[in-house]
């Protein structure tokens, strides 16, 4: 899933399950015979060759494929009215917990534990209600990297080996450091320090939730969150930054000038928007597995089924399928969706050496920060809460509020609208 989708699907999640839970619903049926099964699904969110292949793989099913960016607010007024619901969709369990007894239990129809053990298992806890419902079949993950243009750092003076970069990067005074000395050079090693923020949270499986008893609940001023937000606006206001979104057309431009020559991103922004930005570049850059305090990975996105499906075990077969190993080592490769299928990490085409990085095996290096990876502490709230938190970095940059004052700010307007 790349970046803009989620932050869409994120803002979107909140209104959605208000709206869903508000008005109850769970009724109705997807229509049709017991084998259909309509697949709802976000542009990228599957592999090239799980849509092209799945009807062959169930011949005597009737597959219909449904893409829209638009999967969050169809699916939630589906819930709500209890009509038109898909029998698998592309979803969060997490944002969808408070309508969990909506949607399936897989582990009961086909989504056993033996099936579960080929995929991350931090992962598929994710998916997990608080009673132990499995809510979601796992797609992709997003494990973050430092990726730099060895070429561009060999002229600022800066090490090239992958061993040696991940070692700066592996604390944040070292990854400063670097940052600093590429500044002297008219050079920036980091993109947007807002996802410095955001990225420093995932190392800490920190989600702006804690367990209270048997609830999770809000933990919006925390000093995990406070530390992470000072080390962003840190690099921000010493501007070791270049202060621009990734995959933006200003990150585009400085990549192509040479002015931006590393960044902390996952794999959706690092082996896809960087490779379709710099085709030029190819073989100049590299992979370094260390980030700052420990290692990370985003959680990319699940494929749920709603009780209204008219077959929930053939449903649950499907999902399985569109995620198995072939399926997501060729998503990887065609898409730049980075697999959870364990499966995947030993396919040839994904161990293979990546000639846009110089030879390395990109992928098998990421595999290795997706599997050491913590899980996140979430709640459905989650990414809405992180945004507050990244805006009040981006817009201290314009602003000049201190840390600080910023973080106050975002803090108090995060609890006026999550913090109940």
Do not use: H
Not at 39 to 68: E, M
Not at 198 to 224: M, Q, R
Not at 277 to 297: E, F, L, N
């Amino acid at each position: 899933m790349n970046r803009t989708t989620k932050i869409l699907a994120s803002a979107l999640a909140t209104g959605v399950l208000a709206t869903v839970t508000a008005c109850g619903g769970g009724g109705g049926s997807t229509g049709g015979s017991s084998d259909e099964v309509t697949v709802l699904y976000r542009p990228g969110s599957l592999a090239d060759s799980a849509v092209a292949g799945v009807q062959k793989a169930f011949p005597d099913a009737k597959i219909k494929l449904v893409k829209t960016a638009d999967v969050d607010t169809k699916l939630g007024a589906a819930l709500r009215t209890g009509k038109d619901l898909p029998s698998i969709v592309t979803a969060d369990p997490i944002r969808y917990a408070p309508v969990g007894s909506k949607f399936t239990d897989v582990s009961k129809t086909g989504f056993t534990a033996g099936v579960a053990a080929g995929y991350l298992p931090w992962k598929v806890e994710l998916g997990k209600t608080d009673s132990g419902a499995q809510l979601g079949v796992p797609i992709d993950v997003g494990p973050l990297a430092y990726y730099y243009n060895a070429e561009a750092f060999e002229a600022a003076g800066l090490p090239t080996d992958p061993g040696a970069v991940g070692k700066l990067v592996s604390t944040w005074a070292g990854y400063k450091s670097l940052a600093q000395k590429a500044k002297a050079k008219g050079k920036f090693a980091c993109d947007d320090p807002a996802q410095l923020f955001y990225y420093e949270t995932w190392s800490k499986a920190f989600g702006f939730y804690k367990k209270d008893g048997d609830k999770l609940v809000p933990d919006i001023d925390n000093t995990i969150g406070k530390t992470a937000f000072d080390r962003a606006m840190d690099f921000q206001s010493s501007d070791l930054c270049l202060n621009v979104p990734s995959s933006s057309n200003d990150w585009n431009s400085a990549l192509n000038r040479g002015t931006l020559i590393g960044f902390l991103q996952p794999p959706w922004v690092g082996s896809g928007s960087l490779q379709t930005a710099v085709k030029a570049q190819s073989g100049k850059w590299r992979v370094a597995t260390a980030t700052p305090d420990g290692y990370a990975s985003a959680d990319g996105s699940m494929l749920m089924v709603p009780k209204t499906s008219t077959d929930p075990e053939l449903a649950t077969k499907v999902a399985i399928w569109l995620t198995n190993a072939t399926n997501q080592a060729n998503g990887y490769v065609k898409n730049g969706l980075f697999p959870s299928a364990l499966g995947a990490y030993v396919a040839p085409e994904f161990t293979a050496p990546q000639p846009f990085y110089g030879g390395q095996p990109a992928a098998s290096i990421l595999a290795e920060i997706s599997k050491k990876a913590p899980k996140i502490v979430k709640g459905p709230d989650t990414d809405s809460i992180n945004a507050i938190f990244q805006q009040a970095i981006r817009d201290a940059a314009s602003n000049g509020a201190d840390a600080s004052k910023a973080y106050n700010s975002a803090v108090d307007k995060a609890t006026q609208q999550f913090g109940k």
